[in-house]
């Protein structure tokens, strides 16, 4: 497998108060798999990144001091964006590992997609082109 500092893309890197229940969570709910967690000193999850498939990345760390999150500022402040095939069984799989999932919806007629927030309140918004 090419690492994904072969070729230019853009990976999202998430701020978690709690970065190993996120690892867990995500993990467990989405299927990612555990590519590293480095840790500081003190036992602190930093750094840590999680693999969908055979190419999508998800970076991850603990955040600094002042750091205030979806969930703690009521708000999303943005979408992770992952195309699936096989949708509705996707959704069904998440919602059976425990998490909360929209509907399935129509997105202008080119895909079906639907949404869910994770314990710390980042959105995923999961579609399957049509």
């Known amino acids: 497998m ?17 970065a190993d229940a996120a690892m867990d969570w995500l993990i467990r709910v989405f299927g990612f798999a555990e590519r590293v ?3 500081d000193s003190d036992g602190t ?8 498939d055979a190419g999508g990345v998800i970076m991850l ?8 999150g979806p969930a703690s500022l009521g708000e999303v402040t943005q979408l992770q964006c992952i195309t699936v095939t096989g949708i509705a069984a996707h959704r069904e799989r998440v919602r059976a590992a425990g998490a909360e999932v929209s ?22 918004y999961f579609s399957e082109p049509l």
């Open 37 to 39: 967690r480095h840790r």
């Open 2 to 18: 090419a690492d994904y500092h072969d070729d230019p893309q853009v990976v999202p890197y998430l701020l978690y108060e709690d």
């Open 103 to 124: 509907e399935i919806s129509t997105r202008a007629g080119r895909a079906l997609s639907y949404t869910v927030d994770d314990p710390e309140g980042h959105r995923w």
């Open 45 to 52: 999850l930093r750094h840590g990144e999680l693999l969908l």
């Open 61 to 68: 760390g603990s955040p600094g001091a002042g750091f205030r």
